[in-house]
C-alpha cells in the first residue's frame, strides 16, 4: 500500500535554530499538507500546497513557517528560527483531490516527526 | 467553513456496537463527511466517508440524515483495540480542519 514517509522521527533542537522537516507524498497525490499535534491535543492545520504554490494557511503559519517541494518527490517545512512552543508532532498528509474544493478522496498521513525545542 | 461538534469522550465494552455521532449545522452542500481515527503518537487515518444516506465498509458505517446536519459513526462489535480519538472532518479541499474528536475507551 501506498504510503506517505516523513523524516526525521525526532528531532531535538535548541531555540532559534532552523528546522527542516521532510516529507514524501504519494507519487501521484497533487495535494499536500502540513499538520501539527502539541502533546495531548488536536490536530492542528497549517499549511495545503497545491500546483506548486500555498493554497491555504491557518493562522499558525506566520513568516517562521515556509514550505517548499524542491523536486518531484519532497514536501517540505522550514521553521526558521524555533520557539519553545513549536515542540510538537509535525505530520505530513498528502491527497489524490484535484483541487476542485470538494473533498471526496482520502488524506494519507505519514507516521510525524517529533520536534522538541529545548 | 462547517464546524464540527462531538461529544469529547465515550466508553464502551468489548463486544458492543458504538454510535458516536457528530453535529455539523452549516454543512455546505458540496461538502463530504469524513471520520478519522487516531492512535497515540500515529497520524490519523481514514475510516470512512459519505456524502448522503448511508454508507458502509470493512470497518465501519456511516448514517447521514435526509438534512445532513449531522451523521453517525457506527462501530460494530468493538474490541480493546478501537480505543483510539474519532474525528468527524466536513470541508473543502484546500483546509480539512479536525475538532477536539471523540475519545472513545473501550473496556474489557
Known amino acids: 500500500e501506498p504510503e506517505v514517509t516523513q523524516t526525521p522521527s525526532h528531532q531535538v533542537t535548541q531555540m532559534g535554530q532552523e528546522v527542516i522537516l521532510r516529507c514524501v507524498p504519494i507519487?501521484?497525490?497533487?495535494?499536500f499538507y502540513w499538520y501539527r499535534q502539541i502533546l495531548g491535543q488536536k490536530v492542528e492545520f497549517l499549511v495545503s500546497?497545491?500546483?506548486?504554490?500555498?493554497?491555504?494557511k491557518s493562522e499558525i503559519f506566520d513568516d517562521q513557517f515556509s514550505v517548499e517541494r524542491p523536486d518531484g518527490s519532497n514536501f517540505t517545512l522550514k521553521i526558521r528560527s524555533t520557539k519553545l512552543e513549536d515542540s510538537a508532532m509535525y505530520f505530513c498528509?498528502?491527497?489524490?483531490?484535484?483541487?476542485?474544493?470538494?473533498?471526496?478522496?482520502?488524506?494519507?498521513f505519514g507516521e510525524g516527526s517529533r520536534l522538541t525545542v529545548l | 467553513l462547517a464546524k464540527t461538534t462531538q461529544p469529547i469522550s465515550m466508553d464502551s465494552y468489548e463486544g458492543q456496537e458504538v454510535n458516536i455521532t457528530c453535529s455539523h449545522n452549516n454543512i455546505a452542500t458540496n461538502d463530504y463527511i469524513t471520520w478519522y481515527q487516531q492512535f497515540p503518537s500515529q497520524g490519523p487515518r481514514f475510516i470512512i466517508q459519505?456524502?448522503?444516506t448511508k454508507v458502509t465498509n470493512e470497518v465501519a458505517s456511516l448514517f447521514i440524515p435526509a438534512d445532513r446536519k449531522s451523521s453517525t459513526l457506527s462501530l460494530p462489535r468493538v474490541s480493546l483495540s478501537d480505543t483510539a480519538v474519532y474525528y468527524c472532518?466536513?470541508?473543502?479541499?484546500?483546509?480539512?480542519?479536525f475538532g477536539k474528536g471523540t475519545r472513545l475507551h473501550i473496556l474489557p
Open positions: 472532518l466536513v470541508g473543502r479541499d484546500d483546509k480539512i480542519i
Open positions: 459519505g456524502y448522503k
Open positions: 498528509a498528502s491527497s489524490d483531490s484535484t483541487g476542485t474544493g470538494i473533498w471526496t478522496g482520502e488524506l494519507f
Open positions: 507519487s501521484n497525490h497533487l495535494y
Open positions: 500546497f497545491y500546483n506548486n504554490e500555498i493554497s491555504e
